[in-house]
């Protein structure tokens, strides 16, 4: 039985990030987390005196929403700081839609902002030095004496597996990395805007076998935020509302040695969730913004999400499915292989996805997107959410 | 039952990062001071576990044991590390980080390494079997890797 009682109850009706072709922004992660929310409110027409909903999954100490909403000075009356990794975002609009669905909230933010690159340059912290945790992990027990490379290593496992069972190749997952960067030269705010080729990715330095640097995302700074309310209040503000007409989250392990299938993911439970509640098929996707925190993610997400069946993200993938003109336009931002990838890549999906509803997105705007699809990834293939977002012609 | 292979880290190789010992795994740590595999068992559920845990992911039952492993496995998924994972791999590189998966029905990560002594990584795809080798870890623990054959 399929519950349709959320199916277009509620929608994104502010989005706005901060980018920059350099990788790096000016300002502190607050400063960020600050300007985006404005800028996704003014974008709605809203102010943050309409806030009642706020969703936050990072921050400098042990509470993430409830640390920023002291920030902001607002009072919540749902907070939310379910932290999944990238995928936390679309979690985040799942749970706001399920909120204000049942009135429990009216305006949800959903907020993300981090500077691994320029905090790396300064020396105060950033990518590739994080604190070890305390208290021993099962990582820590488990995987880091073995040094795998990571994230990269833990989907380079997959990878061979996907080879080995399937028999893809490195140049189908080149093909992914290729057709992404090819939105990205339509996108002044990308980090990488050259094109490159299928020997170019081959040519790039391996990271973790099969995976060379150019099947692998970026780091970079980067901020997004999205702003939802009810379909009610959405046909009264500034922009057209994108409806969140499908949902559907599964997360299946933390660790990657805890994997149960190293070549399905939690997505073939979250993408026909997300399709049974909307009343749609993966054929009634316009565009599609699925994770690529490396090309198998992309590869992986796209047969669980049923765009093509198991085993044959390879061949789907070879003759430019993903690129522009192809059947299925993906990562039209230029993804997290070419535009941004401050750690979690989910928000800008989101933002994406919205933008192509509207029609903003210029020179790579897919004409006559009605339905989109946005897939979140977090942890190490671990936690995914799947959200399916329509124009008001699809309520 | 032959002889543990103990196969040392290289010479003026730092020591890996440390495994620390969380309560529920401490048998495991302890056997590894003799070269010894143990898996802790659910005697419930009469399954595997792996990681150890305080109550078995199948049942939560706390009836649970530690039984020898056959030291046995097929490669289920590998890669190979052109550069180090963290500080304490310098000098090791390249190196090949597998899943392994053992007869008794558990997955662990683990890495396959040469038995030669020769450098560079080791030659390793998915589907081969290797067994269980044994790397001294500073404490007089060893840390489980495996060897092809």
Redesign the interface.
Known sequence: MVDRTMRGAAAIVGVADAVSPTGELEGSVRALEVQVIREALADAGLTIADVDGLFSCTGPGWAASLELAEYLGIAPRWTDSTQTGGSSFEIHVQHAAAAISLGLCDVAVVVYAATPRSSFKRGTGGFGSRQALP??T?S???????????PM?AY??????H??EFGTTAEQLAQIAVDTRTWATMNPRARLQDPITIEDVLAS???????HKLDCCLVTDGAGAVVLTSAERARTLRKPPALVLGTGTCHTHA????MPD?TTTGAAVSGPLAFAEAGLTPADIDVAQIYDSFTITVLLLLEDLGFCPKGEGGAFVADGVLAPGGALPSNTSGGGLAYTHPGMFGIFLLVEAVRQLRGECGPRQVEGAEVALAHGSGGVLSAMSTIILGTEATA | MSDPLIIPAPDGAPD???????SA?EPFWEATRTCSLVIQWCRSCERAIH?PREACPSCLGTDLEFRPAAGTGTV???????????P??KG?AP?V???VDLPEGV?????VVRSDGAEGAAEV???DSVRVAWEPLADGRH?PVFVRG
């Open positions: 208290g021993p099962p820590a027990e488990w995987e880091q004496p073995y040094a795998m490379r990571m290593g380079a496992l997959a990878a061979s597996r080879m080995h330095p391996m990271q973790a076998s099969p995976l660790m990657i040695s805890e190293l | 890996r990062q440390q495994p620390p010992v969380s795994s990681f289920f998924a590998c890669s190979e590390m052109p550069a180090p994972g963290n304490g791999m090791r190196y980080v597998v899943l997955r662990m990560l683990s890495s795809a998915v589907g840390l």
